[in-house]
């Protein structure tokens, strides 16, 4: 569900870009400004839904100065062929956490999305991960893994989202669905549009959706706060 930020379609991104190899090398860096021109120029005809451009996934290991001019550089040449389609920039020394995001500097541009990633028990579970429960009521009681991302947004005016979160593995009883209405909540809250991770695949045991007839237990709770956002209005909309 992107909450009324449109469809996302992850085109490609970069492999890890290290500042020193990118200046040293300006050929490598003209190649893939290229590389990028192209694709939006081939993309920019389609419907505003239809795309947006990811350029990293899950960035690591980034200096945060050469990072903030290649968000600046990469949007310049995009922009310069389509003007039309969103672009998504993640925050780029962490695997994208929310934790990373007050030292981006937003680019001069409308329509650019920042967005973060964030996961609970993402590898399954032991009795001291049960939600809520022994040890883990922090997730429950505390925002301060939330908050450098909610200040960037207030402090520069734009839009954040989380682009990725989830549960790897389903949880005992309803501690999954406790897990997943708590964060959606808190989304709706602070107006932080989110995809869930991940709507294909037909694992129900990790965060496959459907398979056959089983079905995961997290689609109603989906099901609930997409309705309640506005792409869920939309949807309802156009169903009729």
Not at 159 to 182: K, R, T, V, Y
Request: charged residues 20%; glycine residues 8%; aromatic residues 18%.
């Amino acid at each position: 569900n992107c909450n009324g930020a449109g469809i996302q379609m992850m085109l490609c991104s970069f492999p890890e870009i290290r500042s020193r190899d990118w200046k040293a090398h300006p050929d490598r860096q003209q190649t893939i400004f290229e590389f990028w021109r192209r694709i939006a120029q081939r993309y920019a005809d389609l419907p505003d839904w239809a795309i947006s451009y990811d350029f990293f996934n899950e960035p690591a290991y980034m200096n945060t100065g050469h990072y903030n001019e290649i968000m600046k550089e990469l949007t310049a040449i995009v922009r310069s062929v389509d003007r039309r389609h969103m672009i998504v920039w993640e925050p780029g020394d962490g695997w994208a956490q929310p934790q990373w995001c007050l030292w981006m500097q937003p680019v001069n541009d409308s329509n650019v999305l920042y967005s973060f990633h964030h996961y609970g028990k993402h590898w399954g579970y032991a009795y001291d991960e049960y939600y809520p429960g022994y040890q883990a009521t922090f997730e429950r009681t505390q925002v301060d893994v939330w908050l450098e991302a909610i200040l960037f947004g207030i402090k520069h005016h734009v839009p954040i989202h989380c682009g990725e979160f989830g549960l790897s593995m389903i949880q005992p009883g309803s501690d999954g669905q406790a897990w997943l209405n708590d964060y959606l909540a808190f989304f709706e809250r602070f107006s932080i549009g989110w995809n869930w991770w991940n709507y294909s695949g037909g694992d129900i045991y990790r965060t496959g959706l459907a398979k056959g007839d089983r079905v995961s237990p997290y689609v109603p709770t989906l099901r609930k706060w997409m309705t309640k956002s506005g792409w869920g209005a939309h949807r309802r909309m156009a169903d009729k």
